[in-house]
């Protein structure tokens, strides 16, 4: 028997409270048994969970509710700003226990008590409309959003549809500023420091002869931001170079930004640099911006 309970447990994704398994008393004893022996950990509320489970996952089958914003988009594989992980659980009602620690609670009155069977987390949809719409102040949902609609797993009128309620109004506002040409975090920190700063730019832009380009500012400028990931290998070292002599023989100048670099804001002020030295001196020799095709 000891065994046949595990395997429903590990059924329940490693955590689920004992009430909603429908035991019977020897069941019970059993349970009990097994968490005495280390096999399973008992937690508040009465859930039990298989030792090492997610904590994210224990704390949403604590509080009954779904894992939403930071924690579903790292369920998800979708990338966020902040390195340190906040859990987000929406919960059903006006939810039945206060936080254990530092988990952050959103109420809703539409949302049903999950079945123990599922793994306890939102729909994508929902959960970036719910991220959008949450207190944070970096530009985390921004970011993951971008990396859902380059993706194509989600469409931005998907999660317009969501939005209603507290803090639409912020939601609203992030997701006009929301690109589906953003094929990195790092294009779309950029993105939001070029904008902050009214800078003039485009993203995504494919230019004749050279391909696909991350950020053309000014019509002139591109900004191209280097991931260690891609650009760390001698083929991909030559190709970049490659890329800028192609560009500066189409009249473009060429910026480079390392993932460091964009993290620590580098792009505007560098790009601010070039267009303070040479950007009237462009425009007086009839050297404005052009169109990637030209």
């Known amino acids: 028997m000891h065994d046949d309970l595990l395997a429903l447990v590990r059924g329940c994704y490693g955590a689920v409270r004992v ?29 039990i969970s298989i030792p090492g489970t997610d904590r994210a996952l224990v704390l949403a089958r604590i509080h009954g509710g779904l894992l939403t914003c930071q924690a579903a988009m790292r369920h998800y594989g979708l990338p966020v700003a902040r390195e340190r992980e906040q859990i987000h659980i929406v919960v059903p ?10 988990e952050i609670l959103h109420p ?45 797993r989600v469409t931005a009128e998907q999660v317009r549809a969501l939005l209603c309620g507290p803090g639409s109004a912020r939601a609203l ?12 975090p790092l294009e779309t920190l950029a993105r939001m420091d070029l904008e902050a700063a009214g800078l003039s730019f485009e993203d995504g832009v494919d230019i004749e002869g050279v391909g696909e380009v991350d950020l053309v500012v000014e019509g002139w400028i591109v900004v191209e931001l280097d991931g260690y990931t891609y650009h760390c290998d001698e083929h991909q070292f030559a190709l ?4 800028d002599r192609q560009l500066i023989a189409r009249g473009y100048l060429p910026l480079r930004f ?9 792009v505007v002020p560098d790009v601010s640099k070039v267009l303070g030295r040479w950007g009237s001196a462009r ?9 990637a095709g030209e």
């Open 258 to 266: 390392t993932r460091k670099e964009v993290y620590a804001h580098q």
């Open 283 to 291: 425009r007086g020799c009839g050297g404005g911006p052009r169109s």
């Open 108 to 152: 809703d009155r539409n949302q049903p008590r999950p079945s123990p069977t599922s793994f306890p987390v939102q729909p994508l949809a929902e959960a970036l409309a719910r991220f959008l719409r949450c207190h944070v102040q970096d530009d985390s949902p921004l970011i993951a959003l971008d990396a859902a609609l380059y993706d194509e």
């Open 93 to 102: 009602g006006s939810g039945r226990f206060s936080a254990l620690g530092r």
């Open 240 to 243: 970049d170079r490659w890329r």
């Open 19 to 47: 009430r909603d398994l429908e035991l019977t008393r020897t069941q019970r004893r059993h349970i009990a048994a097994l968490v005495e022996a280390g096999e399973l950990t008992a937690h508040e509320h009465g859930v």
């Open 173 to 184: 506002a992030r997701l006009e500023r929301a690109s589906d040409r953003a094929r990195s």
